[in-house]
């Protein structure tokens, strides 16, 4: 690597400076812990005694956790709920010094919540309540207004797709059209049923999976011939400047459309513990490094980085800064 220990210091100090916009899709991870000691008479289930009842924030409110860990500024932006689960979300957000001026509360669909009964440490159950259904024509404008009214205070959008209602074609387009106008940077990790629609974003970030279910193609082996075949498909069709690629144990590549450059990364040795999340923290780096204009190889080196310390804690975590920081400085 070609990135001296003075400019990741740098880098770092400059995270501190950004402002990120997230749109995407907020939800609530509730959990219910506690004890199994008996199978229960009514019928042949674990009998869970409560012994404490957790509310975190997931989702792309995982993503906007990330930036604040990295030292800059977040604001979200999402459809939520006019329900106490949603008022319980935006008190979350306040906690976690996370600005939700770009919240939208709905009376047509609930907070997204999962809830997971933990018995013995164990996962034993979860109960999904949610309405992916896409928003109405008036809350889909209005969301459009609110957005397009914070977004020039900031230095990159984040789109952070779980495919959960609140972002349509419409918004997508919307957003990436004035961020462009006004010179700010996009990047997406997208989800199926929208993959076509980020059209001119600037960093498009599937992995290799996604990246063959979205274009519709077969199975896409990880090798540059592959991967850039695909690559080039994509960016035919959304006129993107990077395509990102994360491909899990074989590293992560980053093509630039621009210079029509290859850089793969192979994956650091991890004791892998979890790769929850590990797909948000990529975003949330990478997208600093693109507000920062800095190059292919930092953005995919420090992302690459990044998702693979990530991976060695249990449970969906935001990224360490310092714990980052030392490690690039150590390469």
Avoid: W
Avoid at 27 to 34: E, H, P, R
Avoid at 122 to 142: F, G, K, N, V
């Amino acid at each position: 690597m070609d990135i001296s220990k003075e400019n990741i210091n740098q880098i770092f100090e400059r995270f501190k400076d950004l402002n990120v916009l997230i749109v995407g899709d907020v939800m609530m991870d509730a959990y219910i812990f506690g004890k199994v000691e008996r199978i229960s008479p009514e019928a042949p289930v674990p009998v869970v005694n409560l012994q404490k009842e957790e509310n975190r924030l997931g989702g792309a409110a995982n993503v906007a956790m990330n930036i604040v860990s990295l030292g800059a500024k977040a604001t979200i932006c999402s459809i939520i709920g006019d329900d106490k689960e949603g008022h319980l979300v935006e008190s979350l957000f306040a906690n976690k010094h996370i600005s939700t001026d770009g919240l939208f509360k709905s009376a047509e669909k609930p907070t997204t919540v999962k809830t997971r009964i933990i018995g013995n440490n164990h996962q034993l159950l979860r109960i999904d309540r949610e309405l992916t259904d896409e928003p109405s024509d008036e809350i889909e404008d209005t969301f459009i207004h609110k957005i397009k009214e914070i977004i020039g205070t900031h230095h990159v959008v984040i789109f952070s797709d779980y495919d959960k209602g609140s972002l349509t074609k419409k918004i997508i387009h919307e957003i990436i059209v004035a961020a462009n106008a006004l010179g700010i940077p996009t990047i997406v990790d997208p989800k199926n049923r929208h993959f076509l629609d980020y059209k001119t974003v600037t960093l498009f970030k599937p992995n290799l999976k996604e990246l063959a279910e979205g274009l519709k193609t077969n199975p896409i082996k990880p090798n540059k011939e592959s991967i850039s075949e695909a690559v080039s498909l994509l960016h035919s069709q959304l006129h993107n400047r990077y395509s990102m690629i994360t491909l899990s144990e074989f590293g992560m590549m980053i093509y630039d459309h621009h210079q029509q450059s290859y850089i793969q990364q192979p994956a650091h040795l991890r004791n892998i513990a979890d790769v929850s999340g590990a797909g948000d923290t990529v975003v949330s780096v990478a997208s600093l490094c693109l507000a920062l204009h800095l190059s292919a190889e930092t953005i995919i080196y420090l992302s690459n980085l990044a998702g693979g310390l990530v991976c060695e804690e249990v449970g969906v975590v935001p990224i360490n800064r310092e714990k980052l920081l030392s490690e690039a400085l150590s390469e």
